[in-house]
């Protein structure tokens, strides 16, 4: 399988490269990347793209135009909306089309920043026609609509992306078998790597949840590798998804401590005993995490090992990450001491947005990933950074909206839910409603900071933006890392199924 995927990849690269018609090489490249293969082939659409960049081709096509703007949107290129404004009447309406090229146009949009209110109008247009055409459509371009309305192609994770489309694009009248072929032997290899990491993960955790005697602790770590691997799937980042799913892991269990199982003395100690960072500190823990302590020191231990002696500097930020979330969580418990207190939405942000994980999480990927080679990456994520915190406040302001009811039936802290009616005096469906339009408003925050010149290695900002989609996927209809049952199918699509395969003989 192996040496057929070399074969079909070189096939493809060439393909590629002498590809000279900008609507057949946009076709070509989202093709790539909506089937998981665009890692293979950076450098390769990188020049194509700065070919469509700089061509002035403009034959007044809806879905040529819209690809063009998605792609090079998508790639950090410099494009107005403007170029849509070609598709509206004198009214301001846009002017109805094929479907396709209406998809397309919705998909485009969705790559929307502020102060857009043309592709704020046009994913109104298009959402109304598409969901008016689909009664009409057939399979499988029924499916494709169905599933962009419910999540915009941009918007999706990358391998629950690909394995779908998969399925979708050999369905496809124009496909190209080559491509087809090479993206089902991509993710067959692919899951059986997935399979390694999560055999690796599910043992380290399985002596960690047992020796310590955590039965109180939500044991989540395949749905902790499952939200690792949707915010990076690249064969290169390995290493960062084992790592930051074993981070999540603690994240897990400290939470849980906090949140739920320890007393407020009791977190306290816990608080302390991370501030010191070192074995003694387990003389300060009540018996029963004393165990786990060591096993956090000891993971740390093993990533300073492994990176060695010219990066093992990394490990000092992920320490401070671990002691920044911490302290946030301590920040919490005082609200619900102090009579279940509901802050201000600013006073909870201000800690909320890191004691969602964000920032640990991220740090714990930097840390993993070989591209980021000095410390600048480091001081910049666990300094408040714009980017940083539009992230976290879209996380949390997601999470909140589809837990709330949940946690509020317990002893627990006030949700940015509850903190919302405080602050305006409305009502539970009110303040929902507000919030989804702020996540919305800190999800365009991210978009744009994320895209935007930088002088860290792009794999940074595209790393956050990432993570974003995943934990978006997570909090989609409930929190599906709490109560799992909405994921299982995905989980075991994606790492137990393998795509059948029908090779010639020459091929075997």
């Known amino acids: 399988m192996l040496e057929r995927a070399e074969v079909l990849k070189e096939q493809v690269r060439t393909m590629l490269n002498d590809s000279k018609e900008i609507p057949k090489t946009l076709d070509l490249i989202m093709s790539i990347e909506r089937l998981g293969l665009d890692y293979h082939y950076e450098k390769e659409i990188s020049q194509q793209l700065d070919v469509v960049f700089n061509s002035d081709h403009d034959d007044g096509n809806l879905h040529v135009v819209s690809l063009r703007f998605y792609l090079l949107r998508k790639h950090r290129y410099t494009v107005s909306p403007d170029v849509f404004r070609k598709f509206q009447d004198k009214e301001g309406n846009f002017i109805d089309s094929d479907t396709a090229s209406l998809l397309s146009l919705y998909n485009a949009a969705h790559l929307r920043i502020h102060n857009e209110e043309i592709l704020d109008e046009a994913i109104s247009f298009t959402r109304k026609r598409l969901q008016g055409a689909l009664e009409q459509l057939e399979s499988p371009f029924a499916e494709e609509v169905s599933a962009a309305l419910v999540t915009p192609v941009f918007k999706r994770v990358g391998i629950i992306e690909a394995r779908s489309y998969i399925t979708y694009y050999g369905k496809e009248a124009t496909r190209n078998e080559t491509l087809l072929e090479l993206a089902k032997v991509n993710f067959n290899l692919q899951q059986l790597n997935f399979c390694k990491e999560l055999k690796e993960v599910t043992l380290w955790w399985k002596e960690l949840y047992g020796r310590s005697n955590l039965s109180f602790v939500r044991d989540r770590i395949v749905e902790t590798y499952f939200w690792m691997n949707g915010a990076t799937y690249k064969p290169q980042y390995s290493y960062a998804r084992m790592l930051a799913t074993k981070i999540t892991g603690f994240i897990t269990i400290i939470d849980d401590i906090f949140d739920t199982y320890g007393t407020t003395e009791e977190s306290m100690q816990l608080k302390a005993a991370i501030g010191r960072w070192d074995e003694s500190a387990t003389d300060l823990l009540p018996e029963y995490m004393k165990d786990f302590y060591l096993y956090l020191l000891e993971l740390y231990n093993s990533v300073e090992e492994h990176l060695g002696p010219?990066?093992?500097?990394?490990?000092?930020?992920?320490?401070?990450?671990?002691?920044?979330?911490?302290?946030?969580?301590?920040?919490?418990?005082?609200?619900?001491?102090?009579?279940?207190?509901?802050?201000?939405?600013?006073?909870?942000?201000?800690?909320?947005?890191?004691?969602?994980?964000?920032?640990?999480?991220?740090?714990?990927?930097?840390?993993?990933?070989?591209?980021?080679?000095?410390?600048?990456?480091?001081?910049?994520?666990?300094?408040?950074?714009?980017?940083?915190?539009?992230?976290?406040?879209?996380?949390?302001?997601?999470?909140?909206?589809?837990?709330?009811?949940?946690?509020?039936?317990?002893?627990?802290?006030?949700?940015?839910?509850?903190?919302?009616?405080?602050?305006?005096?409305?009502?539970?469906?009110?303040?929902?409603?507000?919030?989804?339009?702020?996540?919305?408003?800190?999800?365009?925050?991210?978009?744009?900071?994320?895209?935007?010149?930088?002088?860290?290695?792009?794999?940074?900002?595209?790393?956050?933006?990432?993570?974003?989609?995943?934990?978006?996927?997570?909090?989609?209809?409930?929190?599906?890392?709490?109560?799992?049952?909405?994921?299982?199918?995905?989980?075991?699509?994606?790492?137990?199924?393998?795509?059948?395969?029908?090779?010639?003989?020459?091929?075997?």
């Not at 000092?316 to 802050?343: C, T």
């Not at 714990?364 to 480091?378: Q, S």
């Not at 999800?443 to 993570?467: C, F, G, I, R, S």
């Open 310 to 508: 010219e990066k093992s500097y990394r490990v000092f930020y992920l320490k401070e990450a671990m002691k920044q979330l911490v302290h946030m969580y301590s920040e919490e418990i005082k609200w619900r001491d102090n009579g279940n207190y509901v802050p201000t939405m600013s006073e909870h942000l201000k800690v909320s947005l890191i004691s969602i994980g964000n920032v640990m999480v991220a740090c714990a990927f930097f840390v993993g990933m070989d591209e980021i080679p000095t410390v600048d990456t480091y001081k910049w994520v666990l300094n408040d950074t714009t980017l940083m915190n539009s992230f976290g406040i879209f996380i949390r302001l997601t999470n909140d909206l589809v837990s709330t009811k949940r946690e509020q039936t317990a002893d627990h802290i006030a949700s940015t839910v509850q903190c919302y009616m405080k602050d305006h005096g409305t009502t539970k469906e009110v303040a929902c409603e507000k919030l989804k339009e702020l996540a919305e408003y800190s999800w365009k925050d991210t978009l744009q900071l994320a895209l935007a010149p930088t002088d860290l290695p792009v794999a940074v900002p595209q790393m956050v933006l990432d993570l974003a989609k995943a934990s978006e996927n997570i909090y989609r209809y409930n929190d599906a890392f709490t109560t799992s049952e909405t994921v299982r199918d995905t989980i075991r699509i994606i790492f137990t199924e393998p795509i059948e395969q029908m090779y010639e003989a020459t091929n075997l």
